[in-house]
């Protein structure tokens, strides 16, 4: 055959092949990634109650949704919860991977140590804290007492306390976040510091000249997956507070599930996980699009 | 897919974690810091205040697991179990409506179906992506690195009602089994593609050039070549893929149905709002358990990181 007719053929073979390895991958991303996405679209659209077959409804949901007073107050608690715990995670996290590159001796310790918490199960981590909270018993107010606070907070039983409860039990996962920003400052080549010595800048300057615009892409990185995980918050608060009290610590994800699953209106769900998905695009994007301003890669 | 996205991202978090947790071990912590005496007895204390912080809660959990009730609902609370109740790790699997022995092998079901299928099924999508040119293979991959950023939720209640589809038309169920766990993990993860890819660009070319002008089929390159030098990465697949299905707890919550099919983490929240007042010593014993195989694997798993690092040198 022609020389370019050959080239067709191995370039067919080379696709077969391609696709032939991709195959599990593929039959799995249409059937358990394209198909409930379409389908998720398509109930948010419809009253279905899992009894009977889905019934189109337009956008009755999006407008129900809208004016649902429960559906706002997730929103606010999702909201105020992120607001609360990027911020201060990523301040703690940084914050403590610095100190553990500071070079000093028993590293390895002290980083396994602020490690191991963070692969504690969640349904694990629920229970312990749960137990370290108790107003009464709970460690917690046991040391809070030892420092001559009288009247500590009820913590998971006062709504004012709750959500910062909650917010405090995610720095204890945080081992993860901390690693990565370790690695990542054990990148920076060490002649930018000295260049930075020889110009006679502080401590401080350097963290902010040198340091943080060197690691800008793994802050990238880890504000992103925190954007995604402290969106859909549900594991802790939903075995510990079951939203309460009094829907303090009721959040987005745990109000989509009790629609789907208790309520049984999983059309109603459906348009919320779609908003949900908007949302976390939308801040995706937001990230991206300001990460020219903040995120400097090497070898500029 | 059972894992939510918490599960998915900390994994990610965890493998680069564990990443360079293997690599400033092997490579040299240079010394010579200027900082004086002071500023590191600064350091060194600030980072011991972290350190108790960070681990109290382990203590406090293990103390509690081994007081009597009336130790637990003691006030002011005592620190060190009089006398020590080693029999309540032995109570814990004697508990009426919570039957932690079958709660635990369902778990290791479903974790080792789901961690064998995500290994071998991950890596045959990889070697796709890293060793095979094709057209649409980039295109292919930016499609799979975009899947890991939908929420859950999203596709929670249509996976449902596919595996209750699936269930009432093939006369096969699948809600209220083990399957929705582990079966989609046969299909690739893409986390694990993405790992596995990474590693096996770094295998040199010449290996499979040579192996096909000696008549190797593809297959064969990739099970007889690749896959053996590549078992460190797929060590570390392993693990986090077993730690990501012991601790899901949305997967199983939605999918499983009947008390005697629950995981761990789910059975462990079912023992907790049982009876009237909690019993917080078993609890906080059952709690230790379900902990323990991750802390072990960690121990473990340090060294043959390391290992895999200093093997995989011939990348850098």
């Known amino acids: ?300 | 897919m059972s894992s939510d996205m918490t599960n998915r991202t900390s994994t990610l978090q965890k493998v680069s974690s564990v990443a360079s947790l293997g690599a400033t071990d092997v490579a040299s912590v240079p010394r010579g810091s200027r900082k004086g005496l002071g500023g590191r007895l600064f350091a060194h204390s600030l980072l011991i205040a972290v350190c108790i912080a960070a681990l109290m809660p382990f203590v406090w959990m293990l103390s509690t697991s081994l007081k009597t009730l009336e130790a637990t609902t003691a006030f002011p609370p005592t620190f060190w179990p009089h006398p020590i109740q080693w029999h309540n790790y032995l109570d814990v699997f004697h508990q009426e409506h919570a039957n932690f022995l079958l709660w635990t092998r369902n778990t290791l079901v479903i974790a080792v179906l789901g961690v064998a299928g995500t290994t071998l099924s991950s890596a045959i999508a990889a070697y796709g992506f890293a060793r095979l040119r094709f057209r649409g293979r980039n295109a292919l991959f930016v499609l799979m690195l975009s899947t890991m950023m939908i929420p859950f939720p999203v596709t929670m209640v249509p996976l449902f009602t596919l595996f209750r589809w699936l269930g009432d038309h093939t006369g096969i169920a699948w809600l209220g089994t083990f399957k929705p766990l582990w079966v989609p993990l046969w299909f690739g993860s893409a986390f694990n593609i993405f790992l596995l890819r990474q590693f096996f660009m770094t295998i040199p070319t010449e290996l499979s050039e040579s192996a096909r002008i000696d008549g190797c089929s593809e297959f064969g390159i990739f099970w007889r070549i690749i896959l053996p030098l590549a078992r460190p990465a797929l060590a570390v697949v392993a693990l986090f893929a077993f730690l990501a299905i012991w601790n899901d707890f949305l997967g199983p919550l939605v999918y499983l149905q009947r008390p005697e099919q629950f995981t761990l983490t789910l059975g462990l929240q079912n023992f907790q709002s049982q009876s009237g007042g909690t019993s917080w010593h078993l609890l906080m014993a059952a709690s230790v358990l379900v902990i323990l195989p991750a802390i072990l694997l960690f121990f473990l798993a340090q060294k043959s990181f390391i290992e895999g690092i200093a093997t995989t040198g011939l990348k850098g």
């Not at chain 1, 992120?82 to 995670?89: E, N, Y």
């Not at chain 1, 370290?132 to 009247?151: D, E, P, S």
């Not at chain 1, 370790?182 to 902010?208: C, H, T």
């Not at chain 1, 793994?218 to 009290?245: D, E, H, R, S, W």
């Open chain 1, 1 to 300: 055959m022609s020389k370019s007719m050959a080239r067709l053929h191995s370039e067919t073979r080379a696709t077969l092949r391609g696709l032939a390895f991709l195959s599990p991958w593929l039959i799995g991303f249409i059937a358990f990634t394209i198909v409930p996405i379409a389908l998720s679209l398509y109930y948010s659209f419809c009253d279905y109650s899992l009894i009977q077959p889905p019934l189109y409804k337009g956008l009755v949901n999006y407008h129900l949704l809208f004016h649902d007073v429960v559906f706002w107050k997730v929103l606010r608690n999702t909201a105020i919860y992120a607001l609360m715990a990027l911020p201060l995670g990523m301040l703690v996290s940084l914050g403590l991977a610095m100190l553990l590159n500071l070079k000093i001796s028993g590293l390895s310790i002290y980083r396994a140590a602020i490690f191991l918490p963070s692969l504690v199960p969640a349904a694990a981590s629920a229970m312990l804290w749960l137990w370290l909270f108790n107003a009464k018993l709970g460690l917690i107010n046991v040391f809070l007492r030892a420092l001559g606070v009288t009247n500590p907070p009820d913590w998971l039983m006062d709504v004012r306390w709750s959500m910062p409860a909650l917010v405090l039990m995610s720095f204890w996962g945080l081992g993860n976040t901390i690693i990565i920003y370790l690695a990542g400052l054990q990148d920076v080549p060490r002649e930018l510091y000295e260049a930075a010595s020889i110009d006679g800048a502080s401590a401080a300057r350097k963290v902010w000249h040198v340091t943080l615009p060197s690691i800008s892409p793994v802050i990238f990185f880890n504000l992103i997956i925190a954007i995604i995980g402290t969106l859909q918050v549900f594991v802790l608060p939903y075995i510990m507070t079951k939203g309460g009290p009094a829907r303090s610590t009721y959040f987005y994800t745990m109000y989509l599930y009790d629609n789907a699953f208790s309520y049984l209106k999983m059309g109603y769900a459906s348009a919320m996980a779609w908003v949900q998905l908007l949302i976390v695009l939308a801040l995706t994007a937001l990230a991206a699009w300001s990460s020219k301003k903040w995120v400097h890669y090497a070898g500029n």
